[in-house]
């Protein structure tokens, strides 16, 4: 029978030889069902079921007339063009001989709640330029909706992500086909991934497992955090067993008419400690995925879930990411276009996009690499697009060494040519830790949060804070074993806002200011409640407040920024603009009373009681629950601290990066002087422990949110030697920082 001709083709009747007929996740469903793998039935919707309907419904000339006049370096286009071709598809009438073929395979299934996933065919495509692209729909039950979902498929075959790629690597639209596997619906009580090597290390002799209770897509999208369970090949023996608390899970909705399929729900208290699946299952799944990995003579990243006592494994696929064992001693014999500062760790690959300015960002789309003179906030919603970032200046503190860290994507900076040596387009790699720019694609390291989530669950006196800004990555973060955030910058919203707070007074709008900043802060203080979230008030400078909309006519240029007008200066001079942050933070402590202030720049004793009096006649007073805390950064703050404290606040935070700059009179953001911008200067050492054993002298918490203790364990040990109470880190060093603090403890404590 010819299955490039069928509608529908059952698990039993594919193998992975039929990726063109019904893509690869629908070849490998049948794969691994006649391999005695235990996957949930099903049957396929193949693509010339979706060619058909191409063609039938007489709808290619109007998706041809969409696409024609697309500029998809024009993301807004791209996405006004990927939204009107889906809809297209959504609104045409599926031919009644595919529906009805549909039909009867979803009765001979048993009518009950089935997956309907989508499965790319094009075998010339990287996998990696679908993944994530096309669409999912969980606990679908009934005709009508196994239609629509089905559709719902091969509409997301036009996600713009999709339609930029095959537009920029010349492929037909049209010769792209869409396949739809349809399978039964598993329960999950528990659920997770497997691989059948340790991902980080590529140890084959090792099989990770994570789960978490209910639906699997809960671990997939992070929202969760899962148990983590490492194997040995070599009898398989749990090595590592690490259980996470869990207080929410994915389940079905069970209001069969609700538009949700599934929805979150609490996790009865009872459970919320307790493992996941028992160790025998544990050793079950294991044998399982060695199974797979026999079969298909590769390390497998696996899907699986559990359901009544029985696991079933609902995907599986290659691990692409796997480091040769001689890895890290190979060199990469690519040539090296660049070389600059390593600022963010990890590697990876994608085409070039120069951005010389924030009006050019929309150039920027998933997959590429950011390559700028430097950046500003007005860059973030490009850089979260990019896969890497390369910029001419700057150093480790940059702007953009700072945000990759956040976002947890390799960086390069200081590399002095990047946006005349390199072209919009070109392929290449670029190697944040080792700070190097390659040429062409050189293969990627995968990175996984397991060994650092190991080492993040060791348990330090000294407190571990984090910096944050991004709004959308609080909620993951959260979930960290993580004390609260130590510096919770203000600007990256104040961005967001895109509109000078003065200018927005004149025209009667400092409420709207007042709404969005609270909403900001309100997703930060809710996501880590009732740790503390320690919310540094605007530090913008003048040349990034007259970037606003309408700040060229509140704000004078300046010569030096850095030096120039900004931090408690502004608050104790605009009042009013300070009065709406201060509005802001009294909005969200009505619910959340973990939000907590630092003032930054503070040049002397006088601004920081003007600003303190200011805050109190706004109803912020210091109390139980409300802290005040100023950063230390300016060489006045350690020649006059005791005089600082005596003002009356609870804590410092040493700002590492420009304290180190001014006290040697370095542009921290200098390439040039790079190496001898170092916080373990014995100027810097000497100003640190002042500041450090000054506080403790006088009971006030001390903290530094600098990236100087994570990378230097040596002035970790000093700090914890003077009595600094907490460090704040970059998301990506929680870990890190965790383990080195507690060797300190060890070591002082063995002293």
């Known amino acids: 029978m010819n299955k490039g001709k069928k509608i529908i083709a059952w698990f039993s009747e594919v193998n992975k030889d039929d990726v063109a007929s019904v893509g690869g996740k629908g070849a490998n469903l049948g794969e691994m069902a006649n391999a005695d793998i235990p996957v949930p039935g099903g049957f396929i919707v193949t693509a010339h079921a979706y060619y058909d309907f191409i063609e039938k419904a007489k709808i290619a000339p109007r998706i041809r007339s969409l696409l024609e006049p697309l500029n998809p370096a024009d993301s807004r286009q791209l996405q006004e063009v990927a939204g009107e071709i889906k809809q297209t598809i959504m609104d045409a009438a599926m031919p009644p001989e595919i529906a009805v073929e549909i039909k009867k395979a979803y009765q001979q299934l048993g009518k009950g709640l089935v997956a309907v996933r989508s499965s790319a065919t094009a075998e010339d495509l990287p996998e990696a330029s679908f993944a994530g692209q096309q669409r999912t729909f969980l606990n679908v039950q009934g005709e009508a909706e196994v239609l629509a979902a089905v559709q719902g498929c091969w509409a997301s075959l036009f996600e713009p992500r999709a339609i930029f790629y095959r537009q920029q690597q010349g492929f037909d639209h049209f010769k792209v086909g869409l396949a739809v596997p349809v399978q039964k619906m598993v329960q999950s009580q528990a659920s997770g991934v497997m691989f059948t090597l340790e991902p980080v290390t590529s140890d084959a002799s090792k099989i990770v497992i994570e789960a978490v209770w209910g639906l699997g897509e809960a671990i997939v999208s992070g929202e969760v955090t899962p148990d983590l369970y490492i194997v040995d090949k070599n009898g398989f023996k749990i090595t590592t067993k690490k259980i996470a608390r869990q207080e929410q899970q994915l389940i079905r909705n069970p209001k069969a008419d609700d538009e949700e399929a599934n929805i979150w729900a609490p996790v009865p208290p009872e459970m919320q400690k307790k493992q996941k699946i028992t160790d025998n299952e544990v050793i079950e799944l294991a044998k399982i995925g060695q199974h797979i990995e026999d079969h298909y003579q590769f390390p497998q990243d696996i899907e699986w879930a559990r359901e009544d006592g029985e696991l079933f494994i609902v995907q599986s696929r290659p691990v692409t990411t796997i480091k040769e064992p001689a890895e890290a001693e190979r060199k990469i014999t690519a040539p090296v276009l660049l070389s600059g500062a390593p600022a963010s760790p990890g590697m990876a690959s994608g085409p070039v996009k120069i951005v010389h300015d924030p009006t050019e960002i929309d150039k920027v789309l998933e997959g590429d690499v950011l390559v700028a003179e ?28 700072i945000v990759s860290r956040e976002l947890r994507i390799p960086c390069v900076v200081g590399a002095e040519k990047a946006t005349t040596t390199l072209a919009d387009g070109q392929m290449i790699t670029v190697d944040g830790s080792g700070g190097k720019v390659y040429k062409g694609k050189v293969a990627r390291e995968k990175t996984t949060a397991v060994t650092d989530l190991l080492k993040e669950e060791i348990e330090t006196r000294t407190r571990v804070y984090v910096n944050l800004a991004q709004p959308e990555l609080a909620e993951n973060v959260a979930k960290r074993n993580v004390d609260g955030i130590g ?14 707070p003065s200018y927005m007074i004149s025209q009667d709008r400092g409420g709207e200011f007042v709404e969005k900043l609270a909403d900001g802060l309100t ?78 720049f503070v040049r002397t004793i006088d601004e920081l009681a003007r600003t303190k009096k200011i805050m109190e006649e706004e109803g912020l007073k210091r109390s139980e629950d409300f802290k005040l805390w100023m950063m230390v950064e300016v060489p006045s703050n350690i020649f006059l601290i005791d005089k600082f404290l005596d003002v009356g606040i609870d804590g410092i935070s040493i700002g590492s990066n420009d304290l180190t700059q001014l006290i040697l009179g370095i542009d921290r953001d200098s390439e ?41 364990p040596e002035l970790t040990e000093k700090l914890v030697q003077w009595g600094i109470t907490s460090v704040s880190v970059s998301p990506d060093m929680i870990g890190t920082t965790r383990e080195i603090i507690a060797k300190a403890e060890a070591k002082l404590k063995s002293k």
Not at 374 to 401: E, L, N, Q, W
Not at 528 to 544: G, I, S
Not at 570 to 591: G, N, S
Request: hydrophobic share 40%; glycine share 6%.
């Open 487 to 500: 510096l919770l910058r203000a600007e990256f919203m104040v961005a967001q806002i895109g509109e000078h």
């Open 374 to 401: 430097m950046t500003t906030p007005d860059f973030v919603p490009a850089m979260k697009r990019a896969v890497a970032i390369v910029t001419d200046r700057g150093g480790r503190t940059a702007h953009a060494a």
């Open 672 to 712: 040039k002087l790079a190496e001898t911008f170092d916080e373990r200067n014995e100027a810097v050492l000497i100003a640190l422990e002042k500041a450090i054993t000054a506080t403790r002298a006088k009971g006030v918490t001390s903290s530094i949110c600098g990236q100087a203790p994570s990378v230097y």
């Open 523 to 600: 997703i930060f203080a809710r996501a880590f409640h009732p740790r503390p979230v320690v919310y540094r008030t605007n530090d913008f400078k003048t040349n990034e407040y007259r970037a606003l909309k309408g700040g060229e006519d509140y704000e004078d240029p300046e010569e030096n920024p850095m030096l120039g007008y900004r931090g408690a200066s502004r608050y104790i001079t605009d009042v009013e603009t300070f009065k709406l942050e201060l509005a802001a933070i009294k909005r969200v402590r009505e619910k959340y009373n973990n939000l907590w202030v630092m003032i930054p």
